[in-house]
């Protein structure tokens, strides 16, 4: 501990978080334990940034975003504000406190494969939802990647908007992928940072590599081979090249086909990746497992749910079944419980024969990343009217949706949108819920568009239909609307 942060110990900031154990610093950053009063909050930390430091440039409008997004996964923003320390003023953010990193595991040993995979599902699941909402991490790395209180978690207080220019606010590091020395901010760089970081992690070396040319990084020949092909598509100098998160997702599956060469965005699907979601990890398995050597801890039991590594981050939690009240959170989920979905209102047209309208969502643009303009993210549709509903005079109970994937459609191929993209699926869904069939109703105008809605259809979770008790097949349509700002999916069931 510096002189400078041992004097800090026991001082008051803004008249109410007293700091206490000096735990570390960053980037001109000093990190602090603290008391915060809630029941759901174990241990707390306070981060203090000098006001006048280049750093600090709208750092706090940052936090108070950041803020607003709750993920099992992510490290929460509990307050945030201004105060005075020795006379400056500095900036300050309240963070769930982690007790282990993983950058305290890999110093003593590499990761084996399947400790390796086991936290690339929930740092991908994060990611996605943290996409999802606008926003990059810009901060991936082994320090960044945390346990705390039997969860894995990443940090969520550098978290940027899409599309933010950051050469003012910090130096490129390690991590940071080349376009970072230009400021530019998008999904790609975090791609970039989690396969510097698979890398280390599981060889303690990191490849090698220089910004001033082009040549592609050389890997560490300790690589286990299974995640070469990996570590090279999260590794590509251009960042068009790289692979989403949804792609590093479907090769966490066994089995999973590589998507094609030299394709932007592209993922391909398979029914393992259905087997996927029902087999995931549970929560916390990931770090904890490894962590073995660091401390002792008491993981979740083996028959808690799993949660699935979501390729499209929204999802739609069970609607509650008639004449039972909802319970309320006790902590924060994957994403927003939802209002039961509703069939389509009436305004809800089939889409038209074509729609000269869009532009392909393939072609390469003339406009680099830092010169697009930011989307918002997209949103889902919840309507109010109930889908659960009873036929007294035939016997049925009309299935109802449990979960939902939205299409892996980039904010980029979005902005190409003239209008809406409006395409129809039709799915078959057997008697556990699963889908088993989805086929076209209206492919729309869109090839790319198209694709990514079949495959998040394939996804989808349903309670089953019944009839005289007894679980039933059943047919949905699910109709995806796709415009600049959101991506809205309107499910119906057509039959029993």
């Not at 707390?44 to 750092?59: C, F, Y």
């Not at 039991?301 to 929204?314: C, D, F, G, L, M």
């Not at 993209?421 to 556990?432: A, G, K, P, Q, T």
């Amino acid at each position: 501990m510096t002189e400078a942060a041992a004097k800090r110990v026991g001082q008051v900031i803004d008249g109410k978080y007293r700091l206490g154990e000096f735990v570390g610093a960053d980037e001109g950053s000093s990190v602090f334990l603290t008391d915060y009063d809630s029941p759901d909050v174990r241990k707390a930390a306070i981060k203090l940034v000098p006001e006048d430091s280049p750093a600090a440039e709208g750092l706090l409008a940052r936090w108070r975003h950041a803020a607003k997004l709750f993920h099992p996964h992510l490290i929460r923003l509990l307050d945030m504000g201004r105060g005075e320390l020795d006379g400056s003023a500095v900036l300050y953010v309240v963070i769930e406190y982690a007790d282990e990193s993983l950058s305290s595991v890999i110093a003593r040993r590499p990761l084996g494969p399947d400790e390796a995979r086991a936290i690339l599902g929930p740092m991908v699941e994060a990611l996605a939802y943290v996409h999802a909402r606008g926003f990059v991490h810009c901060r991936i790395k082994p320090a960044n990647i945390m346990a705390e209180n039997d969860l894995l978690k990443i940090s969520s207080d550098g978290l940027c908007r899409i599309g933010e220019f950051s050469g003012s606010v910090w130096k490129p590091g390690v991590y940071d992928p080349p376009e970072a020395a230009g400021g530019r901010i998008s999904p790609a760089g975090d791609v970039w940072s989690l396969g510097m970081t698979l890398c280390e992690a599981l060889t303690q070396r990191l490849p090698v590599w220089e910004r001033t040319n082009q040549a592609e990084p050389a890997l560490p020949s300790n690589l286990p081979p299974e995640f070469l092909d990996l570590a090279r598509h999260c590794l590509r100098r251009d960042p068009q090249l790289r692979w989403s998160v949804a792609d590093i997702a479907a090769r966490l599956l066994p089995n999973a086909p590589t998507p094609p060469k030299q394709t932007p965005r592209g993922i391909q699907y398979s029914a393992a990746q259905r087997r996927f979601v029902g087999t995931a990890a549970p929560i916390g398995l990931a770090l904890l497992a490894i962590l073995a050597a660091v401390r002792i801890f008491h993981h979740p039991s083996q028959t808690e749910s799993a949660r699935a590594v979501t390729i499209a981050p929204t999802v739609v939690q069970p609607a509650v079944q008639p004449k039972v009240p909802p319970k309320p959170e006790t902590r924060p989920v994957l994403a927003e419980a939802a209002a039961p979905v509703a069939k389509p209102t009436s305004h809800i047209a089939p889409p038209p024969a074509s729609n000269p309208a869009v532009r392909s969502a393939e072609q390469p643009r003339s406009k680099s990343l830092a010169a697009s303009k930011s989307v918002p993210p997209p949103t889902v549709v919840r309507p109010t009217e109930s889908a659960l509903a009873t036929a007294p005079s035939s016997g049925v109970v009309h299935g109802k949706v449990v979960r939902q994937f939205l299409p892996d459609a980039s904010q980029r191929a979005r902005a190409t949108i003239r209008g809406k993209v409006r395409v129809s699926v039709n799915v078959h869904v057997d008697e556990s819920g699963r889908v088993t069939q989805a086929v076209f109703a209206a492919p729309g105008p869109s090839q790319y568009f198209a694709d990514r809605a079949l495959e998040a259809a394939k996804l989808w979770l349903f309670a089953p239909a019944k009839m005289a008790g007894h679980n039933v097949p059943s047919d949905w349509v699910l109709r995806f609307e796709f415009d600049p700002s959101a991506i809205n999916v309107y499910p119906a069931q057509t039959a029993p």
